[in-house]
């Protein structure tokens, strides 16, 4: 289909030509209203950011042994380890997600995130020019957990299977570009899948991670929030109870106002904050596969930063102390590509809302 042509699903899965993406209301096109993922149509727009391919060296290739006592393929949506919280952020890198790393360190506390790799015209997480490379090995020096939320946030119970693992191993060749190792752990975008989805996530090595407590931060109603939050954890005892909770480092008052309060609250109650592989009492070194291997393996910081993007994270690995007070430095990243990202924040938002809402 030429530009202006009706594709996807409104019009009998017509395919726009190439060079061009099919928009959310089935119209082809190019640039941010018709290419900006999770919107665009992947299978009628071969534009579309999520039919993009990352720089770096492939990775389906890359062993799958299923190692530790945590299961895969299987929805796991409860901590093991009484008297923890693991608190887990969806969707970034994003604008906002280095403030939310100032303040996690600022509170010494570690949390999970669950990354995207091409969504909500951001650029990939792996080049250099968007600044987000530098933040996922924060994450990492820091001490947080990286998981993965796919390429561009599709629907992996709407795919194909070829879909689903160009979705997990884009993101996965994204990642390993920054940090040299690949997640162990995926949570499937709107928490959507089917057994089709379960295998082939079995298949690529992937605990499959829910929650039981969603505040709904993504609703942008904070009051709400802070009471869903509260209230489930103040009904029950820390010595008896453990949670795994969803919020969004995509959202502005979720970093810079409601990620204190659930820090604070959480403390207030006798809880414990920490990632999911550590409520899960999972070691660490379980948490990442080798890239060559495909073994356990622990992820790098350093050089891998000047290089991300080129495919040659090459750097002694790191050991992070989950207990250790860490020092309340700032991290001073790469210019954010703020004015296009922001111009497409609020149609990615309320996509992803409406989303929520259904799924």
Same mark, same amino acid.
């Given at each position: 289909?030429?530009?202006?042509?009706?594709?996807?699903?409104q019009?009998?899965?017509?395919?726009?030509?190439?060079?061009?993406?099919?928009?959310?209301?089935?119209?082809?096109?190019?640039?941010?209203?018709?290419c900006?993922?999770p919107?665009?149509?992947i299978?009628?727009?071969?534009?579309?950011?999520?039919?993009?391919?990352?720089?770096?060296a492939d990775?389906?290739?890359v062993?799958?042994?299923l190692?530790?006592?945590?299961?895969?393929?299987v929805d796991?949506?409860?901590c093991?380890?009484?008297?923890? &919280? !693991?608190?887990?952020?969806?969707? +970034?890198p994003?604008?906002?997600?280095?403030?939310? =790393?100032?303040? @996690?360190? #600022?509170?010494?506390?570690t949390?999970?995130?669950?990354?995207?790799g091409?969504?909500?015209?951001?650029?990939?997480?792996n080049?250099?020019?968007?600044?987000?490379?530098?933040?996922?090995?924060?994450? &990492? !020096?820091d001490?947080?957990?990286? +998981?993965?939320?796919?390429?561009?946030?599709?629907? =992996?119970?709407a @795919?194909? #299977?070829?879909q689903?693992?160009?979705?997990?191993?884009?993101?996965?060749?994204?990642?390993?570009?920054?940090?040299?190792?690949?997640?162990?752990?995926l949570?499937?975008?709107?928490t959507?899948?089917?057994?089709?989805?379960?295998?082939?996530?079995?298949a690529?090595?992937?605990?499959?991670?829910?929650?039981d407590?969603?505040t709904?931060?993504?609703?942008?109603?904070?009051?709400?929030?802070?009471s869903?939050?509260?209230?489930?954890l103040?009904?029950?005892?820390?010595?008896?109870?453990a949670?795994?909770?969803?919020?969004?480092?995509?959202?502005?008052t979720?970093?810079?106002?409601?990620?204190q309060y659930i820090?604070?609250?959480?403390?207030?109650?006798?809880y414990?904050l920490?990632?999911v592989g550590?409520?899960?009492?999972?070691?660490?070194?379980?948490?990442?596969r080798?890239?060559t291997?495909?073994?356990?393996?622990?992820?790098?910081?350093?050089?891998a930063?000047a290089?991300?993007?080129?495919?040659?994270?090459?750097?002694?690995?790191?050991t992070?102390s989950?207990?250790t007070?860490?020092?309340?430095t700032?991290?001073?990243?790469?210019s954010?590509?703020?004015a296009?990202?922001?111009?497409?924040?609020?149609?990615?938002?309320?996509?992803?809302?409406?989303a929520r809402?259904?799924?």
């Amino acid at each position: 289909m030429p530009a202006g042509g009706a594709c996807g699903t409104q019009a009998n899965n017509a395919v726009c030509a190439a060079g061009l993406c099919c928009s959310d209301s089935g119209v082809c096109g190019t640039g941010g209203a018709f290419c900006t993922a999770p919107a665009c149509q992947i299978s009628a727009g071969p534009a579309c950011d999520g039919n993009q391919t990352p720089k770096g060296a492939d990775t389906s290739k890359v062993p799958r042994p299923l190692f530790g006592s945590i299961p895969y393929g299987v929805d796991i949506s409860h901590c093991t380890v009484n008297g923890k &919280v !693991a608190l887990t952020f969806d969707d +970034g890198p994003y604008l906002y997600t280095a403030a939310l =790393l100032d303040i @996690l360190r #600022s509170n010494n506390v570690t949390a999970t995130f669950f990354v995207v790799g091409n969504n909500g015209a951001k650029g990939m997480i792996n080049d250099p020019a968007t600044g987000y490379p530098a933040v996922l090995q924060r994450m &990492v !020096a820091d001490g947080h957990q990286i +998981g993965s939320h796919t390429w561009s946030h599709q629907d =992996l119970s709407a @795919l194909t #299977s070829q879909q689903r693992h160009d979705q997990i191993v884009k993101n996965e060749i994204a990642i390993a570009d920054v940090i040299g190792v690949i997640p162990t752990y995926l949570r499937p975008p709107y928490t959507r899948w089917n057994q089709d989805a379960l295998n082939d996530l079995k298949a690529l090595g992937y605990h499959v991670l829910n929650y039981d407590i969603d505040t709904r931060d993504w609703q942008g109603n904070y009051t709400v929030a802070e009471s869903i939050y509260s209230s489930i954890l103040s009904q029950h005892s820390p010595t008896s109870s453990a949670w795994i909770s969803l919020e969004h480092d995509i959202y502005n008052t979720t970093v810079h106002v409601f990620a204190q309060y659930i820090i604070d609250q959480a403390r207030k109650l006798g809880y414990q904050l920490v990632t999911v592989g550590e409520c899960l009492a999972d070691p660490v070194s379980n948490w990442y596969r080798n890239v060559t291997t495909g073994q356990p393996a622990s992820p790098v910081v350093g050089a891998a930063v000047a290089n991300a993007g080129g495919g040659q994270t090459t750097s002694a690995s790191v050991t992070t102390s989950h207990t250790t007070t860490r020092s309340k430095t700032t991290t001073t990243i790469g210019s954010f590509p703020s004015a296009i990202a922001q111009q497409n924040q609020t149609v990615y938002s309320c996509l992803h809302k409406v989303a929520r809402l259904y799924y």
